[in-house]
């Protein structure tokens, strides 16, 4: 088995030579940051597998690449590049990778959701140029934090938020138990949570899932946190919500598009909080990253 790592931008390169073990099975890597879908034939002839870590594989690029038999997908989030589905059925296996980040983007949901309460980004942009701008904070002690979906990542945000004095409560599709976390039904989440962190995957059940119906349902004043994927909220009603007051803060890691495009709405808005889908970037994440992906090429 011969692998190439088709995009290893951002610090991947001199991940996978670190962490790379004489054992595992030769690999080309590729430090390239756009993969257009007609070079994907002739980049990957003679490859058994690939590890992608944000390139576009659409099906009909790939079903000209007949060597290619997996696709190692560098984190959870597959869907936003790939169809797995239409992939399997032309002989081509999607493989995730889960859990190597839980406790980074945890953090990072966790850093963005104090950032909204007090309003860190809108004092700090502010003061930038030039103005003396106090915002008056919403203390977190006490308050009700929903966490929609409940992984491995959750689990840490909840663990944290307890820590701090929250009471956390949970919505997840299939039953689940977790110490210091209250399960209760979608209606109750929404009703209750003031502040709500969104933890689900995303796929055709879960796309457009946090509605304006659904927005609407939260509680006036809440504040919604997004370290998940962008797709799962209608950005046009969050947006409204925004503007409307409603939702207090919006704190977000990941968007439909991304990059985000310059002059994009949510970027004139004071009462949001915008990172640059960084919530899995820390050393020791992209170490547990590459090496999972390593071992699953050791698998294959």
């Known amino acids: 088995m011969k692998g190439l790592f088709l995009d290893a931008v951002d610090d991947l390169a001199s991940v996978f030579h670190r962490v790379a ?3 595992d ?9 756009e993969i257009s879908p007609d070079e994907l034939p002739g980049l990957t002839a003679g490859y058994d597998f690939i590890f992608d870590d944000h390139s576009q594989l659409p099906t009909e690029a790939m079903r000209a690449c007949p060597s290619l038999k997996h696709i190692i997908f560098l984190g959870t989030g597959a869907r936003s590049y790939m169809n ?35 309003g860190l980004a809108r004092m700090d942009n502010g003061m930038r140029a030039g103005n003396w701008i106090r915002t008056e904070g919403m203390e977190l002690t006490n308050k009700t934090l929903g966490l929609l979906g409940f992984g491995g990542i959750a689990a840490e945000v909840a663990r ?30 929404l009703a209750e949570s003031q502040v709500l962190s969104i933890h689900l995957l995303l796929n055709d059940e879960t796309r457009g899932f946090l509605s304006a119906e659904r927005l609407g349902q939260l509680r006036p004043g809440a ?3 997004n370290t998940a994927r962008g797709a799962i909220v209608d950005e046009a009603a969050m947006i409204a919500a925004l503007e409307s007051g409603h939702l207090r803060h919006a704190a977000l890691d990941v968007f439909p598009i991304e990059p985000l495009p310059a002059g994009h709405k949510l970027t004139t808005l004071p009462n949001v909080t915008l990172s640059a889908h960084s919530a899995f970037r ?12 390593l071992d699953i090429a050791c698998g294959l």
Do not use: C, Q
């Not at 099975?25 to 940051?33: A, K, Y």
């Not at 239409?86 to 296996?93: D, F, H, S, V, Y």
């Not at 944290?160 to 997840?172: C, E, F, P």
């Open 21 to 23: 073990r004489p054992t």
């Open 25 to 33: 099975p030769p690999m080309d890597v590729l430090e390239r940051g």
């Open 84 to 118: 797995p589905e239409e992939l399997a059925a032309i002989g081509k296996t999607v493989h995730i990778i889960k859990g190597y980040g839980d406790t980074a983007v945890a953090e990072h949901s966790i850093a963005l959701m104090w950032a909204a309460a007090r």
């Open 160 to 189: 944290i938020a307890a820590g701090s004095g929250m009471r956390v409560l949970a919505w997840n599709r299939t039953p689940k138990t977790a110490p210091g976390v209250t399960f209760v039904d979608l209606d109750t989440l």
């Open 223 to 225: 504040i919604l946190v």
């Open 282 to 293: 820390t050393p020791e994440a992209s170490d547990k990253l590459i090496r999972m992906a």
